[in-house]
């Protein structure tokens, strides 16, 4: 297999079509900080993501003694995220962006958009993904814009995001692979 057509069929398959709360906004030219635009709304989500990472560590243990107690424990903690989902992904503007549909990939994504960024333009970007409650701010450098025949906006931006962490780039790729699981069950109950 050449490696042009590895890389295809790799960037296919970690790549998916996604829903989620995005916002953008331009960086001035030379500027690749850090740049966090983030509303009350994503430091809330982000603070509901640290307390779960450091829950689920404890609820570890509470498994390894009782397997009633955390099962019920588990079961609170859905419907915990489910009303918070509820209210963050309802039709109601309550971030400075809005739902949109995405391409994402660990390495950049694809949104429409009404404003024709130009070539190489650095941006700020701010995305809650839905399943996860995974709220992220990166900066990305526009790779492509194009005409975009479907759908609600007039261009299609891609983008390759810029100074992503590690960590950053694997919470994409567990968000990609648990839709990607997703789907696939779905396909075989159908």
């Known amino acids: 297999m050449s490696s042009e057509n590895y890389t295809d069929e790799r960037r296919q398959y970690y ?16 500027v690749l900080a ?5 509303s009350n709304t994503f430091e809330m989500v982000e603070l ?22 955390a099962s019920y424990l588990k079961g609170m903690d859905k419907k915990i995220e489910l009303l918070v989902q509820m209210y963050l992904f309802n039709d109601t503007p309550l971030t400075n962006g809005s739902r949109r549909q995405l391409n994402l990939g660990a390495g950049g994504l ?6 024709k960024l130009e070539q190489d333009t650095l941006i700020a970007m701010d995305l809650i993904l839905s399943t996860d409650l995974l709220c992220l701010h990166l900066t990305g450098k526009v790779l492509n814009i194009s005409d975009n025949e479907s759908g609600d906006f007039a261009y299609r931006a891609s983008v ?31």
């Open 48 to 69: 509901f993501s640290q307390i779960n990472r450091q829950m689920s560590t404890s609820l570890g243990r509470i498994c390894d003694h009782s397997a009633d107690i």
């Open 34 to 38: 850090d740049q966090k635009a983030s």
């Open 160 to 190: 390759s995001f810029t100074n992503i962490s590690d960590i950053e780039a694997d919470q994409i790729m567990k968000h990609i692979m648990r839709i990607q699981a997703e789907r696939l069950r779905l396909e075989k109950n159908l």
């Open 15 to 30: 790549r998916i079509d996604d829903s989620a709360i995005f916002s953008y906004r331009k960086l001035p030219e030379g």
């Open 110 to 115: 694809a949104f429409g958009t009404d404003e």
